[in-house]
């Protein structure tokens, strides 16, 4: 809900921050699975390439750009995340890498799901689902946005970043029939690694 718009009409509204947890046996299970990848890896690196409406996605050869990269300059471990409807998209950013990558995708439970970002050190996405748990967790997130607007919908949190260019469309924009998709195509690959690179870096 957009508490702002209430605040706009002079009622004031403290915006709560809700809280996800992880029982204690779910957690020993992830942790377990990712024994190996910790040791092999500098850094765990989560990415959810798809979303429900499909001017929101970005490219499937854009997210592997990225995610070679991340591996290939940082030592990172990437983890493709999603529905089970989502696997051909996953599927066809690992077959288009150089590297070999983890396809968790309709692979997890919601609950798997919310402690395996718990441990991830960020979370690369599109605007979805994924995105406000790993907020809602607190995780560093890096949130590529196109037709819908940040102000209305993106995760709320201190460690969320958000991707968003200005093409002059109305937003939030729900032409279905739009042929070109500007919002998403002019977010660069280079844009999004270099991005996800000082997040990862910055300690804070």
């Known amino acids: 809900m957009r508490f702002s718009l209430l605040e706009g009409i ?10 996800l947890f992880v029982d204690e046996e779910e957690k020993k299970k992830i942790s377990k699975f990712l024994e190996d ?3 092999k890896f500098s850094y765990l690196v989560a990415i ?3 979303c429900n409406w499909h001017l929101k996605r970005w490219e499937e050869e854009r997210f592997a ?3 070679d990269r991340l591996i290939e300059e940082l030592n990172c471990c990437v983890f493709l995340i999603g529905a089970k409807k ?3 998209i996953a599927e066809k950013v690992a077959q288009i890498m150089r590297n070999q990558v983890v396809n968790l995708c309709g692979k ?3 609950k798997t799901l919310v402690g395996f970002l718990q441990e991830m050190d960020i979370l690369i996405s599109c605007d979805s689902g994924p995105a406000h748990l790993a907020a809602t967790l607190g995780k560093k997130v890096l949130v590529l946005f196109g037709p819908t607007s940040p102000s209305i919908t993106a995760p709320r949190g201190r460690n969320v ?3 968003k260019k200005e093409v002059g469309c109305k937003l939030p924009c729900y032409n279905l029939n739009c042929r070109d998709n500007r919002c998403m195509k ?4 280079e844009e999004v690694y270099q991005q996800a690179k000082r997040i990862i870096l910055d300690k804070h």
Request: no cysteine.
């Open 10 to 19: 002079g009622i004031p509204v403290k915006e709560k921050q809700v809280t």
């Open 37 to 39: 990848y910790r040791l």
């Open 48 to 50: 959810n390439p798809s």
């Open 65 to 67: 750009l990225v995610a």
């Open 86 to 88: 989502d696997s051909p």
């Open 108 to 110: 997890t439970t919601l």
């Open 161 to 163: 970043y958000i991707i």
């Open 186 to 189: 002019e977010i660069s690959p």
